[in-house]
């Protein structure tokens, strides 16, 4: 089944051509093919969300959710701006309970909404059974249960990418739509309104998102959509693009956050495929098959919302276009395009699909030709005058189609079942904390045991201060000899320290000090630019000596004393 839209508009005296896409009320098929990805993914997602220590991301998150909304303002306007709306949906959240729950939860649910809206764009676009695959293919994805488990942003943008491509299919169907004249514009404009409104809501998550306009427009560009729909489409995305711009503006200003960023390698396309299809053989193969028997010509007709071009640009256009940009201006991360991945598990139920559907035409082909080979040496039947006959004939069929049904669609579930248990492991191991670049919550364990009431510490750099911030019991007694005003106070994520002279003057009293750094500040080859950096370093070489190191994935804890003076 796909979404149609006429191409030229029906007489004022004729009501419009109805479209071929449902409109009438859900159907039992289409709800449990909805429901059953949303439940199978919250459980997934469930499974180990308590996993004992949040990493540098999520501690921010986490520091900065639970700040004042002025403290919140304040911050945006230095740093994390594009992460703005995510911090002030999650103020509340935390403020009800703050621990790491909490934390992940949003993106739990958004994980689960996704799987959901990846079903229903199945079911719309296709029939219940695809949608009811497509679904269970993206939970079952370990790139979709990752970042259920991650208390960031990148969830909820990915159901705002599918919900919004859901939203454009309504909005496509809504201009074909049949009805009164009166109500039928005003349907389109409501149509149109909320999908520019559920993209603007993504892009404000996470400005990146706005490459899901580029997908959306090749969507139609494919399906040769009427001038009604693109001018319709054009000024919702108008409209997106004029409430991002400010957004966009503050965020350049912030470029250096993603400083950290590199060229994308010959290994990024290939990584990024494992991550969507799954990243084991026995998955990888099946998968890419079935995306290839989904692509088969033709894709779709003239004014016509196929699967195929809803889900192959929504797969292959903003990754493709991030990598891209990004070899002349690093800003690719596969985080980034997580939203992309809804276009996998659709063009792969769409080929499972096809794939039945070949098989059973094949299967009546051959009973066809065996039919007169059976029937050349049976004896004639008498014929019997029973009227009854055709109700038995119905009452046998319709059962019967329907087992052939459910059993197909059953079939399904079951290969997909073993792509999850080809891939548990996968998640399992996704589950240990070491499998994140670090662990506050060692790093702060750490501290508590070895720092004595009082104890001085450093961090190195500021940003080694994360560890204090996101687990403060840790550091209770110790004295941060660096800091001059907390982060809430000053509007940044880690404090703003003092002065190099200053710095000196505190440092000079101190006969032991602990050092919390991260493992490349403590290279020779790091040379910061921040005068008050630079100081830590040339104070700990002239005047302490090492004497105890801890390290910790992410963080090192190290313990100097003064060094003794020469003879």
Same mark, same amino acid.
């Not at 998150?61 to 900065?64: A, I, L």
């Not at 004249?181 to 149509?191: D, G, I, N, Q, T």
């Not at 991002?244 to 350049?252: F, G, K, N, T």
């Not at 889900?311 to 929504?314: D, E, Q, R, S, V």
């Given at each position: 089944?796909?979404?149609k839209c006429?191409?030229?508009?029906?007489?004022a005296?004729a009501p419009?051509?109805?479209?071929?896409?449902?409109?009438?009320?859900?159907?039992?098929?289409?709800?449990?093919?909805?429901?059953?990805?949303v439940?199978?993914?919250?459980?997934?997602?469930?499974?180990g969300?308590?996993?004992?220590?949040?990493?540098?991301?999520?501690?921010v998150?986490?520091?900065?959710a639970?700040?004042?909304?002025?403290q919140?303002?304040?911050l945006?306007?230095?740093?994390?701006a594009?992460h703005g709306?995510? /911090?002030l949906?999650m103020?509340p959240v935390l403020?009800?309970?703050?621990?790491?729950?909490?934390?992940?939860?949003p993106?739990l649910?958004a994980?689960?909404?996704?799987?959901?809206? $990846?079903?229903?764009?199945?079911t719309r676009l296709?029939?219940?059974?695809v949608g009811?695959w497509?679904?269970?293919?993206?939970?079952?994805?370990?790139?979709?249960?990752?970042?259920?488990q991650?208390?960031?942003s990148?969830a909820?943008?990915a159901?705002?990418?599918a919900?919004?491509?859901l939203?454009?299919?309504?909005?496509?169907?809504?201009a074909?739509?049949?009805g009164p004249?009166?109500?039928?514009?005003?349907?389109?404009?409501?149509?149109w309104?909320? /999908?520019g409104?559920?993209?603007?809501?993504?892009?404000?998550l996470?400005e990146?998102?706005?490459?899901?306009l580029l997908?959306?427009?090749a969507t139609?560009?494919?399906?040769?959509m009427?001038?009604?729909?693109?001018?319709?489409w054009?000024?919702a995305?108008?409209?997106v693009?004029l409430v991002?711009?400010?957004?966009?503006?503050?965020?350049?200003g912030?470029?250096?956050q993603v400083?950290?960023?590199r060229?994308?390698?010959?290994?990024t396309?290939e990584?990024?495929?494992?991550a969507f299809?799954?990243?084991t053989?026995?998955v990888?193969?099946p998968?890419?098959l079935l995306?290839a028997l989904?692509l088969r010509?033709?894709l779709t007709?003239r004014?016509?919302?196929?699967?195929p071009?809803v889900?192959?640009?929504?797969l292959?256009?903003?990754?493709?276009t991030?990598?891209?940009?990004?070899?002349?201006?690093?800003?690719y991360?596969?985080?980034?395009?997580l939203?992309?991945?809804a276009?996998?598990?659709?063009?792969a139920?769409?080929?499972a699909?096809?794939?039945?559907?070949?098989?059973?035409?094949?299967?009546?082909?051959?009973?066809?030709?065996?039919?007169p080979a059976?029937?050349?040496?049976?004896a004639? $039947?008498?014929?019997?005058?029973?009227?009854?006959?055709p109700a038995?004939?119905?009452?046998?069929?319709?059962p019967r189609?329907l087992?052939?049904?459910c059993?197909?669609?059953l079939?399904?579930?079951?290969a997909?079942g073993?792509?999850?248990?080809?891939?548990v492991?996968v998640?399992r191991?996704?589950?240990?904390p070491?499998?994140r670049?670090d662990?506050?919550a060692?790093?702060s364990a750490?501290?508590a045991?070895?720092?004595?009431?009082?104890?001085?510490?450093?961090?190195?750099p500021e940003?080694?201060?994360?560890?204090?911030?996101?687990?403060p019991?840790g550091?209770?007694?110790?004295?941060?000899?660096?800091?001059?005003?907390p982060?809430?106070?000053?509007?940044?994520?880690?404090?703003?320290?003092t002065?190099p002279g200053?710095?000196?003057?505190r440092?000079?009293?101190?006969?032991?000090?602990? $050092?919390?750094?991260e493992? /490349?500040?403590?290279?020779?080859?790091?040379?910061?630019?921040?005068p008050?950096?630079?100081?830590?370093?040339?104070?700990?070489?002239?005047e302490?000596v090492q004497r105890?190191?801890f390290?910790?994935?992410g963080?090192v804890?190290?313990?100097?004393?003064?060094?003794?003076?020469?003879?």
């Open positions: 089944m796909a979404v006429p191409q030229v508009a029906a007489p005296s419009a051509p109805a479209s071929s896409a449902p409109s009438g009320p859900f159907t039992v098929a289409s709800v449990v093919a909805v429901l059953v990805p439940l199978v993914m919250f459980g997934i997602g469930l499974w969300i308590d996993r004992g220590g949040m990493w540098r991301d999520e501690a998150t986490f520091q900065v639970r700040r004042s909304l002025p919140i303002w304040h945006l306007h230095s740093v994390d594009v709306l995510y /911090y949906l103020h403020a009800v309970h703050a621990d790491e729950v909490a934390l992940r939860l993106s649910c994980a689960a909404v996704t799987a959901g809206l $990846v079903a229903a764009l199945g296709a029939r219940p059974r009811l497509a679904g269970l293919l993206y939970a079952v994805t370990p790139m979709a249960g990752h970042f259920a991650e208390g960031r990148y909820l943008v159901a705002g990418a919900g919004s491509t939203l454009l299919v309504r909005a496509v169907h809504a074909g739509s049949g004249r009166a109500r039928v514009p005003a349907r389109r404009v409501s149509a309104c909320a /999908y409104g559920a993209v603007a809501v993504t892009v404000l996470h990146l998102a706005v490459l899901i997908a959306h427009a139609l560009a494919l399906a040769r009427p001038r009604g729909v693109w001018r319709g054009v000024r995305a108008g409209a693009l991002l711009l400010p957004l966009a503006l503050v965020s350049s912030q470029a250096g400083a950290w960023l060229p994308p390698g010959g290994d396309v990584s990024l495929l494992r299809t799954g990243p053989r026995p990888l193969g998968y890419l995306i989904a010509a033709p007709r004014g016509e919302l196929s699967l071009a889900a192959l640009p929504l292959l256009l903003p990754p493709a991030l990598l891209a940009v990004s070899r002349h201006w690093p800003l991360d596969d985080r980034y395009v939203y992309a991945l276009g996998a598990p659709l063009l139920a769409a080929g699909d096809r794939l039945l559907d070949t098989a059973a035409r094949l299967r009546l082909l051959a009973r066809r030709l065996r039919a059976d029937a050349g040496g049976a004639p $039947v008498p014929a019997r005058d029973d009227r009854t006959a038995r004939n119905a009452a046998t069929v319709l189609a087992r052939a049904r059993g197909a669609a079939l399904g579930v079951v997909v073993l792509a999850f248990v080809s891939q492991s998640l191991a996704d589950r240990d070491a499998r670049p662990n506050l060692a790093v750490a501290a045991e070895r720092m004595s009431p009082g104890d001085p510490v450093l961090f190195l940003i080694g201060r994360r560890a204090a911030v996101a687990y019991k550091f209770r007694n110790a004295r941060d000899v660096a800091l001059r005003e982060g809430p106070v000053s509007g940044t994520l880690y404090g703003r320290e002065g200053e710095l000196r003057r440092l000079a009293g101190l006969d032991r000090l602990w $050092v919390v750094a493992p /490349y500040a403590l290279r020779p080859s790091w040379h910061p630019a921040e008050t950096e630079q100081v830590k370093l040339a104070v700990l070489g002239e302490f105890a190191e390290v910790r994935k963080s804890l190290r313990l100097y004393v003064r060094r003794p003076p020469a003879t």
